[in-house]
């Protein structure tokens, strides 16, 4: 009923900039929070980065300063700019999203990743 598609992933040098989206569609009635999660190999999923509805942000210590997260109400998008990477940045992004369907039902939804590889 909603799907969320990520892109803008890729392999870059570090020091680089790579611009993640993520794409929701279907039955929307609003968003709430979106989110960036982030796995890289052989470790637990982090979260990243965190939008309000009102354009609240909340970032992991570890990318505060060098990642930027919007959204885009009016095209149910979410944004992740990530400049001046690092090796340790390398991992799979995935975007959560709160949905209220237009049933009024809410849940929340995943992607399926965008895999990020910086080159140290």
């Known amino acids: 009923q909603v799907q969320l598609v990520e892109s803008g992933g890729g392999l870059v040098q570090a020091g680089g900039s790579l611009r993640l989206s993520c794409a929701a569609s279907g039955a929307i009635r609003s968003i709430n929070v979106m989110v960036w999660y982030r796995q890289a190999p052989g470790k637990q999923r982090e979260l990243v980065a965190a939008?309000?509805?009102?354009?609240?942000?909340n970032y992991a210590d570890s990318v505060k300063g060098r990642f930027t997260i919007s959204r885009d109400n009016a095209k149910n998008t979410m944004y992740l700019q990530m400049n001046s990477l690092k090796a340790e940045d390398t991992g799979v992004y995935y975007c959560n999203m709160d949905v209220v369907t237009r049933d009024l039902y809410g849940r929340g939804y995943w992607g399926k990743g965008t895999l990020v590889t910086v080159s140290s």
């Open positions: 939008i309000g509805s009102g354009g609240t942000t």
